[in-house]
């Protein structure tokens, strides 16, 4: 589906998608192939990493959770992710995770799209791993472990059973309610579900892990004599500074792969190594500069903490489908100006014409 990044709304307005239009856009194309098709986006646009401009998102830690601005651009576009990241949020009837981003031109700084990202990060998050494992689990994998069954995990469960042919998940999470709520969601899906009692009854059998836990502390969700050979772990959970989910014995044991590594050394599981600790940028496996798993016995880990540019995938993938199905409107955000240089017109426009009170 993609490219889009264009705007075709009128002067002074821009493309807007809305978390309702969001929603009723995946709903009528259908999660699997959303996600189908913003993992294509990202794989492409990690295909030319070199010609982003690329750095560490800026965070602002807080006591109950952290903000943050992730920020990347190439030639043509700049586009940024605000967004946050607060467990306790639930307990005040809030979402977790909570996201807006926005696509402007390079050339003139104009913004051309603005888009609601807290369904859009579930779904970039869900194919970013499928893509990884694509590259890194072995083939053959049917059974996945699924650890933390909050907000993400369906989006999660639907990619690697439609993409990526798993047949059995198996659940866990410290909230037996979210575990039953998942298996609620994925009741009309084609795959085995078997809730848990234990993370290390989770992993017993499983070919890939899939951590999605939100506490923001240093935990050790998945224990590295849990491991057997041939598993793909993708650790999603870990994402900030303080805050981990994986046994450091685990990471010594496998190959691991990231996404930028500079952002991934301050809020990945790799904050339990060493700065000389060998690592894989993912986007070298698909310039093959590097090699995938190479044998079914290794054991591999995607150490993934969410990068801009896949933002900036799922944003240009959203607008592009968006505008095929109609669901994009235009926001006047921007001034339209008869005089370039007469901002001030607006204003005494609005008043002329009874909107506003006059000084």
């Known amino acids: 589906m993609p490219p889009a990044a264009e705007s075709t709304a009128p002067a002074g307005a821009l493309d807007y998608l809305s978390l309702p239009a969001a929603a009723r856009l995946i709903a009528r194309v259908g999660v699997v192939e959303c996600l189908r098709d913003v993992e ?3 794989e492409a646009d990690f295909r030319r990493w070199p010609e982003f401009s690329k750095t560490a998102r800026l965070a602002q ?25 607060h467990p306790r949020n639930t307990r005040l009837g809030l979402p ?4 807006f981003g926005a696509i402007a031109r390079v050339d ?5 799209f603005l888009s609601e990202l807290t369904l859009s990060t579930a779904l970039r998050t869900a194919a970013t791993s499928v893509m990884a494992a694509r590259l890194l689990a072995r083939p053959d994998s049917r059974v996945m472990a699924l650890i933390g069954n909050g907000s993400q995990s369906e989006f999660q469960a639907l990619g690697f059973v439609g993409l990526l042919g798993i047949r059995s998940l198996r659940l ?4 037996a309610a979210a ?45 590295g004599e849990w491991l057997r050979p041939g598993m793909h ?9 303080g805050k981990t989910e994986l046994d450091a014995a685990i990471l010594r044991r496998a190959r691991v792969f990231v996404e930028f590594e500079p952002q991934t050394r301050i809020e990945g599981e790799l904050q ?23 044998d079914a016995a290794e054991i591999t880990l995607f150490d993934s903490v969410g990068f801009a540019l896949e933002d900036y995938s799922v944003m240009r993938c959203l607008q592009a489908l968006g505008r095929a199905h109609g669901l994009l409107e235009s926001l006047a955000l921007l001034p339209a100006l008869r005089d370039p240089k007469d901002l001030y017109s607006l204003v005494r426009e609005a008043g002329a014409g009874g909107d506003g009170d006059r000084a």
């Open 233 to 241: 772990i993708n650790a999603v959970g870990g994402d900030c500074p």
């Open 272 to 294: 339990h190594m060493a700065p000389e600790f060998a690592v894989t940028e993912l986007w070298r496996v698909l310039a093959g500069q590097a090699p995938g798993r190479r």
């Open 108 to 112: 003139t700084g104009a913004p051309i």
């Open 96 to 99: 977790t995770v909570m996201a």
């Open 61 to 85: 830690p807080t006591p109950d959770g952290v903000i943050e601005l992730m920020p990347v651009a190439d030639g043509r576009h700049y586009a940024f992710k605000y967004v946050n990241g």
């Open 40 to 42: 294509q986006a990202i």
């Open 172 to 175: 866990y999470d410290v909230d």
């Open 179 to 223: 575990t039953r709520k998942l298996m609620g969601n994925l009741a009309d899906v084609e795959v085995e579900l078997v809730p848990c009692d234990s993370v290390a009854e989770a992993v017993q059998g499983a070919d890939i892990v899939t951590t999605l836990t939100a506490d923001k502390m240093r935990a050790t969700i998945l224990r």
